[in-house]
């Protein structure tokens, strides 16, 4: 069992996805209960399903000086990136730290994909298209090689691809380079975006809902896919108002390809050592934001561990029913749904959920509710067991 760590500053914090850019377009959405959920307007090819698409990014291009890098993910790495300040406060942490010091720890799922299918649909006498040609474009570490050189940093640049936990783990990566002193901050992000192979790859599996995703209803039909971009900055020292990150949990049960353990045993080593880190028991847990995709067997073992595990108090819900499933993304877009459900006593109900799962406990929340958080968990499982959870609250507080 690991034992417990220094918790960690988040000195900034950002996302940007259907629900648009920036914190309060996020909290805006979560207060008015408003789903950016729409009809699939992104496949040329009729899929019927719901999406959670972030607007104007094929009207964006990068800026001139990084036109090399131009591509729909990183297009939305740059957009999420100007939203609250962000770009300013991790350039001005390089500045404290040096660049050296500062680590980039980036979770992507797609990472280029959507570049290279792009690539192939506009082939010029059989070569991929100049505006496409960089090779750096068709890597799984495109993102991070990209922000990187967006930043400027010069420590340990890092992509995690675990799936749907991807940017979950950047935090737990980030964490271990501070404490072992690698590095003195640290950068985490999680990009990802639409593509038609994720699409109807899922849609393959029988996996995609035909309406907006129902996570952890009786009837659900599947998962919503969307996409985003979230940022956040890790230190040792801050503010006291500053949130930390407490502690996290990892595992991998290596169950299935696509499928839970069916007792939970991945889900329970992680929230073990979730607990184990923080110094925290499930009795002083006030929220969880569960990975919640509203897929048959994801749905009906993480609820029938939460009943299990945590008091009938502690307050649960899924906000994929707000912006989709956005895979690679989905672990940081959550951390920063969670920290300003934190910041503003405001427990985000489950959108689209009217008949809970049976497996449910008397945790879910269907509606939004007003609650202090003192200490929140975010969980993430991702494909072949990858699951990581995460620890969110004040130093001090119990």
């Known amino acids: 069992m690991p034992s417990r760590i220094p918790a960690l500053a988040i000195t900034a914090f950002t996302a940007t996805s259907a629900l648009g850019r920036g914190r309060a377009a996020h909290l805006e959405a979560l207060r008015l209960e408003r789903s950016g959920l729409r009809d699939n307007d992104f496949t040329s090819t009729p899929l019927p399903c719901a999406i959670g698409r972030v607007d104007s990014l094929e009207q964006a291009p990068l800026p001139a000086g990084w036109s090399t890098q131009d591509c729909r993910n990183n297009r939305l790495a740059w957009l999420g990136l100007q939203a ?30 959507g570049a290279t299918e792009d690539a192939y649909a506009r082939l010029e006498d059989g070569r991929f298209p100049s505006r496409l040609a960089n090779p750096q474009l068709h890597t799984p570490h495109s993102p991070g090689l990209f922000l990187q050189q967006v930043f400027g940093t010069r420590g340990p640049c890092l992509t995690v691809a675990t799936a749907c936990s991807s940017s979950a783990k950047v935090f737990a990566k980030a964490e271990r380079l501070i404490r072992t002193g690698v590095a003195d901050a640290a950068i985490v992000a999680g990009v990802d975006t639409l593509c038609g192979s994720v699409l109807f790859g899922f849609n393959a599996l029988e996996l995609v809902a035909p309406e907006p995703c129902r996570p952890f209803d009786a009837a659900r039909r599947g998962i919503s896919i969307g996409e985003a971009a979230g940022f956040a900055l890790l230190e040792r020292d801050a503010d006291a108002d500053a949130p930390r990150l407490l502690g996290y949990g990892e595992s991998c049960d290596a169950w299935h390809m696509s499928t839970p353990h069916p007792e939970g045993l991945g889900a329970r080593r992680a929230l073990a050592d979730a607990f184990a880190r923080s110094g925290r028991e499930p009795g002083d847990v006030d929220y969880i934001n569960l990975h919640g995709t509203a897929t048959a067997k994801n749905d009906e073992v993480e609820a029938a561990v939460v009943a299990e595990v945590f008091p009938a108090r502690t307050r649960a819900s899924s906000t994929k029913g707000w912006t989709g499933h956005t895979l690679g993304a989905a672990g940081i877009l959550e951390a920063v749904l969670t920290l300003l459900a934190m910041e503003q006593g405001l427990v985000p109900g489950t959108l689209n959920t009217t008949r809970p799962d049976p497996a449910c406990g008397p945790q879910l929340a269907l509606h939004n509710e007003a609650r202090t958080i003192r200490t929140a968990f975010s969980h993430s499982f991702g494909f072949g067991g990858n699951n990581c959870i995460l620890v969110f609250g004040s130093e001090g507080a119990r």
């Open 84 to 113: 609250d300040g962000f770009l300013h406060a991790a350039r001005s942490a390089i500045e404290r730290h040096v660049a050296e010091r500062v680590a980039l720890v980036v979770g992507t799922s797609t990472a280029s994909i």
